[in-house]
């Protein structure tokens, strides 16, 4: 399809263990965005890529998580020592530019559980 | 961050308009106000957005104030498949998008 791609659809992991997560964004969008969500809560935003480059990763909880985008498509999210604290649904999402005066383009998510 | 205020939770009935609102005091002249909406268990869906002059898609209608510190999202007839959480933002952090808690709308048959 045509879509913002994310895989898994879910993970299970152990407290400790390393995840990647992967987005696939529209072709063509040079923006690109991680977020996560918890139960209840509305998505919280991670790190925004424009291009190769994170423009801002201001939202990335500590230095547990790390995005790459090394081709300025693909993008993996990294956590290492994964704690309970970061279960959660992962989303990514794309935009032609950013997202000032255009549409995010969003993934249906990777959820992750870390038992 | 970019704080908007909505109401938690609304209720409408199918086939009937629905009036989302959303104050947004802090707002300044360049930033674009978004609403998206998210269905259960699927990523957030981009609805509508808007600068100053009131917009209409085939989803819906954006109306915002004057004065630009709130805007409605007008839905003019609910169905069953409009049940979700819409959520309301504007851009102030170049480029990224801040989401708040959101409205749960709910739609009765």
């Known amino acids: 399809g045509a879509g913002v791609s994310q895989t898994p659809s879910n993970k299970v992991t152990e407290k400790g263990k390393y995840v990647e997560l992967r987005c696939d964004p529209i072709?063509?969008?040079?923006?690109l965005y991680w977020y996560r969500q918890s139960l209840g809560q509305g998505p919280e935003f991670l790190i925004y890529?424009?291009?190769?480059?994170?423009?801002?990763d201001s939202g990335l909880p500590n230095d547990r998580f790390f995005a790459v985008r090394p081709e300025g498509s693909v993008s993996t999210l990294k956590i290492q020592r994964t704690e309970r604290g970061d279960s959660a649904v992962y989303l990514c999402?794309?935009?032609?530019?950013?997202?000032?005066?255009?549409?995010?383009?969003f993934g249906e998510g990777s959820r992750l559980t870390v038992l | 961050d970019a704080k908007t205020t909505q109401p938690n939770s609304m209720e409408s009935n199918e086939e009937e308009p629905v009036h989302l609102p959303c104050n947004h005091s802090?707002?300044?002249?360049?930033?674009?106000i978004h609403w998206y909406r998210q269905l259960p268990s699927q990523g957030p869906e981009y609805v509508i957005h808007g600068l100053t002059s009131n917009v209409n898609n085939r989803m819906a209608s954006l109306a915002i104030a004057e004065d630009r510190k709130s805007s409605t999202l007008i839905l003019h007839r609910a169905t069953l498949r409009d049940a979700a959480v819409y959520y309301c933002?504007?851009?102030?952090?170049?480029?990224?998008?801040?989401f708040g808690q959101g409205t749960e709308l709910s739609v009765k048959p």
């Open positions: 890529f424009q291009g190769t480059g994170a423009a801002d």
């Open positions: 999402a794309s935009s032609l530019a950013g997202a000032g005066a255009g549409e995010l383009f």
């Open positions: 072709s063509g969008h040079t923006a």
């Open positions: 933002i504007y851009d102030n952090q170049g480029g990224k998008l801040i």
């Open positions: 802090t707002i300044s002249g360049t930033d674009y």
